[in-house]
């Protein structure tokens, strides 16, 4: 071996490097937790159908015998394992997810570059197809409870040297090339991409699995560095956290200060967002928001399902609304039902279901991405919002677009909104659609008439719609945040992901 890799010693960008990384990983595990926890079933088809999954966590059972939504299956998830903790916080657990993946992301390129540019790879990567024998005999000598001889650890025994290498250049881009098979906008225009995963689901099922083995590697490194070749790997350990050589005081002080320092942020950081949970919205909007449109903007929605592929059952979330005003539009076959279209418009309108049906139809078959977690594929037809909205003429200062759907229930006088930009109705495939499936609407699926964006997580595609308002401020709807989950579950509005 040549003999300069044995003195490669730990530079301090990579010992910063490992911090963040460490720091991330922690956050990244368990904001994924939280969002796992809001349908913790996984499945390989995206299909999604009850009883299909292939892994499912927590006790609830869901009734058969009646009507349930996606909402009732989530699961509760302690704050000792997932940030925020607690039922339904995906809003948070998503934030804190998207905050720190991009950190994540940028400490990984500076570290791959750095990597090379100063020869540390070589701590890293194989040099010869020995390797695989080495670490074999390694395997052999770890299951008879024995470690290789310290000297072999010189920069890295070829076991631990082929977990680092896969670690950091298989399951790190694999995490993120799965996590990205997640965004409906980006896989609505290249359904090609998340097709190499085996579609959305096989995709999130490998991110649990990758995410399961980067937990199982965080421990069985943990366990490793602190039991084998004890102590000169916890020298190692305090010296790529701490300033000096491993002996020092002030070493030792400064690696466990870090140490803790993490565990503490981890803490506060839970508390924080438990109790401020619309503090904690509002800011990391700020960094969130921006991210996702700058990445997500410009794609449109290019789904092409076969017919063939329409899933048998489709998952509901959201009930139909039980006031009279309702139930008695159903019972006549939505006859007096009418869209009505205002705002900042020259020429406000009110739309039955047969002057939608005169407008020119669009039909697509494509696949539905709740933020909870599944999905279905069905075929939805209708008519383009923009061409409505073209009729209706928005006035210059029109910005966002407001749709709304009946009142959920006499008595608790709330009902469901959701708000987009002028320009993200825009896509060919956003439209008002009034059948599915061939058939009506059904009242489980938004009858009359329900929004379709297809390249926003579900929330966003409106059903039971009652009429649209063009505003040109989100101060103007409710409490501001951009739609009924952002006001009331502090999901943040972009949806893009
Ligand atoms: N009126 C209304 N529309 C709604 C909801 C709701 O609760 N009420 N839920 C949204 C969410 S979170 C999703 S995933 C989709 C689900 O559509 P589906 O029930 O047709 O599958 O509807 C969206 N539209
Ligand atoms: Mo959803």
């Known amino acids: 071996m040549d003999p300069s890799i044995h003195d490669l010693g730990f530079p301090i960008w990579l010992r910063i490097n490992h911090f963040i990384n460490l720091f991330c990983i922690f956050f990244l595990i368990r904001s994924g937790l939280q969002i796992l ?99 074999w005999d390694s395997i052999l000598t770890f299951a008879s409870l024995n470690a290789p001889p310290e000297s072999s650890f010189h920069p890295y025994d070829p076991l631990q040297q082929l977990v680092y290498a896969s670690v950091v250049f298989i399951l790190g881009p694999l995490m993120i090339l799965t996590g990205l098979a997640q965004s409906p906008a980006l896989i609505a225009r290249y359904p090609w991409y998340v097709d190499l995963f085996g579609g959305r689901q096989g995709a999130r099922s490998l991110h649990f699995i990758g995410l399961m083995l980067l937990v199982l590697y965080v421990l069985i490194h943990l366990i490793m560095v602190i039991l084998v070749h004890f102590p000169q790997n916890i020298g190692h350990m305090l010296v790529m956290f701490g300033p000096h050589d491993a002996s020092s005081v002030l070493t030792f002080v400064a690696a466990s200060s870090a140490l803790l320092a993490v565990i503490g942020f981890h803490i506060a950081a839970t508390l924080y967002t438990r109790r401020h949970q619309r503090g904690f919205q509002e800011h990391a909007a700020k960094v ?20 063939r592929n329409v899933s048998a059952m489709h998952h509901v979330n959201g009930y139909p609304p039980v006031n009279g005003d309702y139930r008695r539009m159903a019972q006549t076959g939505f006859h007096d039902w009418r869209l009505r279209i205002g705002g900042l418009v020259e020429r406000p309108m009110e739309l039955s279901l047969s002057d939608l049906h005169r407008m020119p139809k669009r039909e697509q078959t494509v696949r539905h991405n709740c933020i909870q977690g599944w999905t279905g594929i069905a075929t939805w037809a209708g008519v383009e919002v923009r061409e409505v909205l073209w009729r209706c003429r928005p006035k210059l200062e029109a910005k966002w677009v407001v749709f709304h759907a009946f009142v959920q229930d006499e008595y608790a006088p709330d009902h469901y909104y959701e708000v987009l930009k002028l320009d993200e109705v825009q896509d060919p495939q956003t439209i008002l659609a009034y059948e599915m499936n061939g058939c009506p609407l059904p009242l489980e699926h938004g009858a009359p008439c329900r929004l379709r964006v297809e390249t926003k997580v579900g929330y966003k595609m409106v059903k039971y719609l009652t009429h649209i308002d063009v505003v040109t401020s989100l101060d103007e709807v409710e409490l501001g945040y951009g739609g009924y989950r952002e006001d009331h579950q502090f999901y943040e509005k972009v949806a893009s992901i």
């Open 37 to 135: 926890a809001d349908h913790p079933k996984l499945y390989w088809n995206d299909h999604c159908r009850p009883g299909s999954e292939w892994v499912k966590f927590g006790k609830k059972k869901m009734p058969t015998n009646r009507l349930f939504t996606s909402l009732d299956e989530a699961e509760d998830v302690s704050p000792v394992f997932a940030i925020p903790g607690g039922h339904h916080n995906l809003g948070a657990g998503r934030n804190w997810h998207f905050l720190i993946v991009p950190l994540w992301i940028l400490n990984g390129l500076c570290y791959v570059g750095l990597l090379f540019a100063t020869g540390q790879w070589r701590r890293l990567i194989p040099t010869s197809w020995s390797i695989f024998p080495e670490a």
């Open 288 to 307: 969130v928001e921006p991210l996702m449109r700058f990445f997500f903007r410009k794609l449109e929605s290019r789904q092409h399902f076969d017919r």
